[in-house]
């Protein structure tokens, strides 16, 4: 069999050789502080990733923000846009309406009611002037040349404005040529027609046409008297081209109540300026 020897001896100090008994191991001393810049430069290390992080994080965060009210200034811009059209249309309406309103009083304001016109004249006939008859006549009036360019071969003709004028023509008798001359610078007082294009076209002497026969007494038949002769005589003159909202108190002096009443109507809701 085996046994087991055990040498403790070697474990005693007084036992061990000198060589080993005066020998010491090397001890290293670092001073105080000699690890802190490796600690800073761990700290940078680790603090620079977080900052980039946390700085990424932020950018991310504001960029997602961003993108949101973005998105909503679309949506609010979107509406506004369709609010735009609406208010386009309803402008493009309003127009259309105000052309059609302002159309409809210059309508009003070109009518030249016969009723007040032939009042008028009538009122303005002196003593000793007959009226036989009062004609209108429309002329055409041509607006005046101006210099245009040479159109081509193939061009369609630019049309001719035309500009209707009403004159009138007044044809009756006067005893005397003071009484045509008095009926012509009365009608030229006028607020219905033209002053400067009122004028007297003819005055003629000519026999009355007006024949007075008188019955004889104690016998059968009569007799006939010449009576003095008579001027026959013709006035021109031109309608007046003022508006009748000018002329709605003239208009209503000569019996144009209802156009006077419209017209009055129109200015006060503002198609018609007073």
């Known amino acids: 069999m085996y046994s087991l020897d ?34 800073i430069g761990v700290a940078i290390g680790l603090f620079l990733p977080a900052l980039v992080g946390g700085l990424w994080f932020f950018v991310q965060q504001q960029n997602a923000s961003l993108e949101q009210k973005q998105a909503q200034l679309d949506a609010e811009l979107g509406k506004l846009t369709a609010f735009d059209q609406q208010i386009a249309a309803l402008n493009a309406q309003t127009s259309a309406i105000k052309a059609e309103t302002t159309a409809l009083g210059n309508v009003f304001n070109r009518i030249r009611p016969w009723s007040a016109i032939l009042q008028d004249i009538r009122d303005r006939i002196p003593g000793g002037v007959q009226v036989k008859t009062i004609k209108q006549t429309a002329q055409v009036l041509a607006p005046a040349p101006t210099a245009t ?17 009403d004159k009138l023509s007044i044809v ?39 024949p007075v026969e008188v019955a004889k007494q104690n016998s059968v038949g009569s007799k006939v008297y010449k009576l003095p002769q008579v001027v026959e005589y013709e006035i021109q003159t031109t309608l007046n081209d003022v508006p009748s909202a000018v002329l709605v108190q003239e208009l209503e002096r000569k019996g144009a109540v209802g156009l006077a009443s419209r017209i009055r109507n129109l200015q006060s809701k503002g198609v018609i300026q007073p």
């Open 6 to 39: 055990i040498n403790f001896l070697k474990d005693r100090p007084d036992y061990q050789p000198k060589s080993a008994r005066g020998v010491r191991r090397p001890t290293i001393s670092t001073p105080s502080g000699a690890f802190t810049p490796l600690y």
């Open 149 to 165: 360019p040479t159109p081509a071969p193939n061009a369609t003709p630019t049309p001719v404005v035309t500009i209707p004028i």
């Open 172 to 210: 009756g008798t006067a005893n005397s040529f003071d009484n045509v001359n008095d009926f012509m610078l009365l009608l030229q007082q006028s607020s219905f027609v033209k002053a400067k294009e009122t004028q007297l076209i003819k005055a003629n002497l000519v026999d009355n046409p007006l």
